[in-house]
Every structure is written in C-alpha cells, then in structure tokens.
C-alpha cells in the first residue's frame, strides 16, 4: 500500500458527481504515467472541485484529498506541495504560492451522474 501512486484517487471515477469524471479511455500499463498526469491536471484544475483566493491562499478543495492525505503527503510532503506541480489555473497557482496556505475541504457530492432526466436526449 506504502507504494500508491496518489493521482490514481483523482483518475478512478466512483460514479458520483463528486468523484472524478469518467474517461472514455481504458487505462494501460504501457501509458498509466501519462494517463495519471492528465487526470490530475484536470481534477486540480477543474472549478467544480477546488477553489482558490489568491489574496488569502486560502484553497476550498475535493474532500477527495482530505480521505486520501496520507497518500498526497507520502511524497511530498504536504497538500499544497502535492498540488503545485499540477496548477495551471492562475488564481490556484497563485494562492498555492502564498507563504501561508489554508487548505479547507469542500462537502463531497455523493449524487450519481447523469441521473435520469439529467441524460443528453431524455
């Protein structure tokens, strides 16, 4: 268990509109690395997960992070260091590099996806 790649909790969908979205790609051994990158890029950078102000550094993300810290901090040795690398939305990035960052977890959306009525043509 010690050995988990952590961006594996932000690519492996549950079905819930809190979870990581569905990709339309099976994942394999030969691009899991590159596969990994991508879902994390997206899930770090996705609004509808986390929230930043870049005038307090104060971050409102995915619960998701909060269940699995032990696994983000594994290697990096916080949250805020886990997720720098993957930032690319300015006000993220920006409130990642204040000196003093405030990590706060967002309520999970345990609703399924695309319930009935809520499907493209229903």
Same mark, same amino acid.
């Given at each position: 268990y010690?050995?988990?790649?952590?961006?594996?909790h932000?690519?492996? $969908?549950?079905? &819930?509109?809190?979870g +990581? +979205?569905l #990709?339309s790609?099976?994942?394999g051994?030969?691009r *899991?690395? $590159?596969? *990994?990158? %991508?879902?994390?890029y997206r899930?770090?950078?996705?609004?509808?997960?986390n929230?930043?102000d870049? &005038? &307090?550094? %104060?971050l409102? #993300?995915?619960?998701?992070?909060?269940?699995?810290?032990?696994?983000?901090?594994?290697?990096?040795?916080?949250?805020a260091?886990? *997720? %720098?690398?993957?930032?690319? %939305? +300015?006000?993220l990035r920006d409130?990642?590099?204040?000196?003093a #960052?405030t990590i706060?977890?967002? +309520?999970?959306?345990?609703r399924?996806?695309? #319930?009935a009525?809520?499907?493209p043509?229903e």
């Amino acid at each position: 268990y010690a050995s988990v790649d952590p961006r594996i909790h932000l690519a492996i $969908s549950n079905g &819930t509109r809190g979870g +990581p +979205p569905l #990709v339309s790609e099976p994942y394999g051994a030969e691009r *899991l690395d $590159s596969q *990994l990158a %991508r879902a994390a890029y997206r899930f770090v950078n996705d609004p509808a997960y986390n929230l930043a102000d870049p &005038t &307090t550094g %104060r971050l409102e #993300v995915s619960r998701l992070f909060g269940w699995y810290l032990s696994d983000f901090e594994r290697k990096t040795g916080s949250l805020a260091n886990f *997720l %720098r690398p993957f930032a690319t %939305r +300015p006000d993220l990035r920006d409130a990642l590099n204040v000196a003093a #960052v405030t990590i706060a977890y967002r +309520p999970f959306d345990w609703r399924l996806n695309a #319930v009935a009525g809520e499907r493209p043509g229903e």
